[in-house]
């Protein structure tokens, strides 16, 4: 009962870190016999987690979508609210006299133009974080600088 | 050289009860765990996803290298793991800091438990 639930925590890790040591972490299993496997379930459950959260980058994933989401859902209701203004102050959308008053055709243009460059922003900073805070903050230079002191 | 080191420095108890395991010999992923309950006389266990976790960042670091060819007689699902030269350097280097450590607080604590005497 608890080997295959053992098992199938092991299951949940990370692919990489799964095929590296999920028979070895099977293997230890097997090996320690009767209540002493108990507290390894947990250990376990803390492991995926451990592993997903904070060694995947996964967190970085979440942290980049929030953040694209909140520039796209900000620029939508901006653009929405500028056009209601627009047409209320535009006397060309209200019926009133067109003297002095811009083309609202390149108002909402322009609004779009903005709208868009802030999502298209938001995107690209999105896929900058995921890209340099994981390859760029992670690992690399710590392997770098391992290498530096191996080779003197 | 030395900066090097001392950027790896102080290492965790898990790190560093993994590194003292393996100074004497080779060993699986058990015997990591058993030698580590062994040295810390019962007071200090991790389990095998602690290990791992410590172990994975050991050979990304070099500290720790897998062996190549296990003994043929053993469960084809363990694998041994060894010190580096490198790991072994970062270890000499932690045991040195904590001697200092140690002999500071001998230093501090004596004058302390002889006024209370």
């Known amino acids: ?152 | 050289m030395r900066e090097d080191l001392n950027s790896f420095l102080p290492l965790s108890p898990a790190t560093l009860h993994i590194l003292l395991s393996l100074a004497g010999e080779d060993r699986h992923g058990y015997g990591i765990m058993r030698e580590v309950a062994r040295q810390s006389e019962g007071k200090y266990k991790m389990g095998p996803g602690t290990l791992y976790d410590n172990l994975q960042k050991l050979l990304d670091r070099a500290l720790v290298e897998e062996t190549s060819y296990p003994p043929a007689d053993d469960d084809p699902r363990r694998r041994y793991y060894r010190l580096s030269q490198f790991g072994r350097r970062i270890l000499s280097a932690e045991i040195s800091r904590l001697e200092g450590v140690v002999k500071e607080a001998r230093l501090h604590l004596k004058p302390s438990a002889s006024r209370s005497e």
């Open chain 1, 1 to 152: 009962m608890i080997r295959p639930l053992y098992k199938w925590l092991i299951l949940l890790h990370p692919p990489q870190f799964r095929r590296k040591f999920g028979e070895q972490m099977l293997c230890i299993f097997d090996e320690t016999g009767g209540n002493a496997q108990i507290p390894l379930l947990l250990d376990s459950l803390m492991s995926v987690m451990r592993q997903w959260i904070l060694r995947s980058g996964a967190w970085k994933w979440m942290v980049a979508l929030a953040g694209a989401l909140m520039q796209t859902t900000l620029a939508t209701l901006g653009f929405l609210q500028c056009m209601r203004r627009m047409v209320h102050a535009n006397p060309i959308l209200t019926g009133g006299p067109a003297e002095g008053s811009p083309p609202a055709g390149m108002l909402l243009l322009l609004q779009a133009g903005i709208a868009t460059a802030v999502i298209m922003s938001g995107m690209v900073l999105a896929v900058s974080i995921n890209h340099f805070g994981f390859r760029g903050l992670g690992r690399t230079p710590l392997r770098k600088q391992i290498k530096s002191g191996r080779n003197r």
